[in-house]
């Protein structure tokens, strides 16, 4: 998805396209990867110097839920990553250095658990991230202990 169909679908959705939410936008749009919303808050604040962290959260919570934006859970709320979503995918997250990794395929892709199990709930999305430590951070890990 680029910039103009997630405004498209935004406005599709019954919400405005603020300057504000524009710019969101277009910060996820231009990302290399996945930002923090503090991270994002510092670059809006260049444009929107009044905009609050509260507000961000916010507006991201918003582009979650309309399926625009990908959050990826890194730990705790605050070291929670966002990226507009270009594709469905999945994450490698590491817990030390907070680097994220994204997976080529889905490992749960056609998979549904027996009907007897879902009952009558309906499956609308999912996520997946695998939670670990990449090779850096396990290589700083070892020759800690090889210090002790």
């Given at each position: 998805m680029d910039t103009r169909e997630?405004?498209?679908?935004?406005?599709?959705?019954?919400y405005k396209a603020t300057p504000q939410r524009r710019t969101l936008i277009k910060i996820?749009?231009?990302?290399?990867?996945?930002?923090?919303?503090?991270?994002?808050?510092?670059?809006?604040?260049?444009t929107f110097p009044e905009i609050s962290l509260d507000t961000v959260y916010r507006n991201?919570?918003?582009l979650v839920e309309l399926g625009l934006v990908s959050q990826i859970r890194a730990g705790t709320p605050h070291n929670d990553?966002?990226?507009?979503?270009h594709e469905h995918h999945y994450h490698l997250v590491c817990l030390g250095c907070g680097e994220i990794t994204c997976l080529p395929d889905c490992p749960?892709?056609?998979w549904m658990p027996p009907k007897k199990v879902l009952g009558q709930f309906k499956?609308?999305?999912h996520f997946f991230e695998l939670h670990g430590y990449c090779s850096?951070?396990?290589e700083r890990n070892y020759q800690k202990q090889k210090l002790r």
């Open positions: 997630a405004l498209q679908h935004l406005q599709q959705s019954g996820l749009s231009a990302a290399s990867r996945p930002k923090t919303a503090q991270e994002i808050c510092q670059e809006l604040q260049k991201l919570r918003l990553c966002f990226e507009l979503l749960v892709a056609g499956v609308t999305g850096r951070c396990q």
